[in-house]
């Protein structure tokens, strides 16, 4: 639907995407709602750059879909002071939906802070290196991740609820699974062996979770071929994902589409797979938004996290 | 454009083939009528409004005539269609106002931007008193947060109002479409 409302579709999707949304009115209202979420990004000043870039040179490049971004502008600016005023009232003031903390109802254009409290609401985000087989039984286990690795966005589960497979505590961010394992290096640089993945587990709770917590960091060896992402819910909302991530102030890296969610224990598992190469030194923003059963997306996460290539 | 009023037999007829019930035939037709103007505008045409009742008052001249049209918003799609390809080619006969706004942004100095802001935000604020306090409160309310908060609201609100998910977010559509309309009329006033 971006698609289309970025007029980057050809002539024949966007015909096709028509005659589809004229037929089944269901459709043609997750359009508007689509292009509404489009315009909202936009005034929030939440659209990555080529999308902005993009969104100016093509929407706003007729009268009344401009009319539409500045009452968008407006709406932000006005429901930022709403925000401000609702977190003073008093609870037996508000109506039901309201009742909820008054942390909750934060204006929508500190979004761009909560990403930051959502960071620290990544309490239990450590850095777990796997190192590619020094012992004979890793191998094995490493050879089945790595083919699963190949299917982008299909958690691979080697992890479940923030821990190893193998039930062991997780490792300290920082520190690599052999380096808690009390597994000798080996002996000459020469004969160390290349990480096959560098995974940075990432705990996404709500903006009620702020609080202190240590700076989210992937540490990515030399030679690693891929990064994981994995996030951590609570609860699944949605039947499937779409995630993005972007460099911060730069551009966008990687996108995965239909991401499934795995159930573990005590919530629910998202991994995220992307080459090593595309990651450089610097900050990243990781989106997440739920597909929801009429197919709408919405956000339900982002995270910041930082990046040192070893 | 083809010339020509539509008689109200034409019309008539028109909602007829829409709905046998004279007032879910009303509703459909601006639901039609909404998704016409839409498609103009997201296909970049001049005058949506206009370009999608020539396309309605088309297709009623055509049931009028007796073509016989099974089904009504996929033939509308391809009247929509033709019209929008005679906006490209010139047919329309008047000048499109798009070239000459492109550059209206850029043209526009500094303090007339701001000026223009603040008078669409008072409009705002006046079309958002003009709403029942409910619906004002159910707009708000649904459009502020993002993220996860977003999420977490809308499933409470539609708990709340004892809607499903999907039954709200179309209620709070509507407000937005009502309040951006007001907004656009304030601002034409001023």
New interface residues.
Partial sequence: MRR??L?EMTEAER?AL??E???D??L??L???A??ELV?EYA?G?LPPPARERFERHY?????????A??A???A???GE??AAAAAEPPHAK??????PAF?????LA?AL?AAL?LAAAGAAWLRLETRAPRHETAKTEVPRAAQETRAGEPPAPVADGRPADGRPPAEPGRTRTEQRGVAPAPTPAAKPAPTFATLVLT????RSAGAAPHALLAIPARTEKARLQLNLRES?YKSYRAALKAVGGTDVYAWERVNSRVTKSGVTITLTVPARMLADGDYLLTLS?V???G?L?????SLFRVRKD | MEAGALTPEAFGRLLLTLDADRERAGEKYE?LRR?LI??F??R?APF?EEHADEALNRVARRLAEGVDVR?V??Y??EVA?LIFLETTKGADGRKE??DS??S??AAADAAGESAE?EQ??A???DC?RALPA?SA?LI??Y???????????????A???GLR??AL??RA?RL?DR??HC??LCLRRK
């Avoid at chain 1, 996404?204 to 903006?207: D, L, Q, V």
């Fill in positions: 289309y409302l007029g015909a028509e005659r949304y004229f037929a009115g269901r043609f209202e359009m508007v709602r292009e509404n909202d929030r939440l706003l490049s007729h009268p009344a879909r401009r009319a539409r500045r009452f502008e407006a709406l600016a006005k429901l709403t925000g109506p039901l939906w309201r009742s909820r909750l109802r934060a204006p929508a979004w909560s959502l996404i709770g709500s903006t909302d739920g929801g059963e009429s709408e919405e956000d339900v996460s982002k | 639901d998704t839409r498609f505008e997201w970049g949506p089904n918003r996929a509308c799609h269609r106002p798009l706004l492109k209206e942004p802001k669409r935000l409009c705002l604020e958002l409910e409160e708000t309310e459009y502020r947060h993002e993220g996860r908060a977003r999420i977490e609201r809308r499933t409470a609100m708990k709340a109002l998910r999907d977010a179309n559509q937005r309040l951006e907004v656009s």
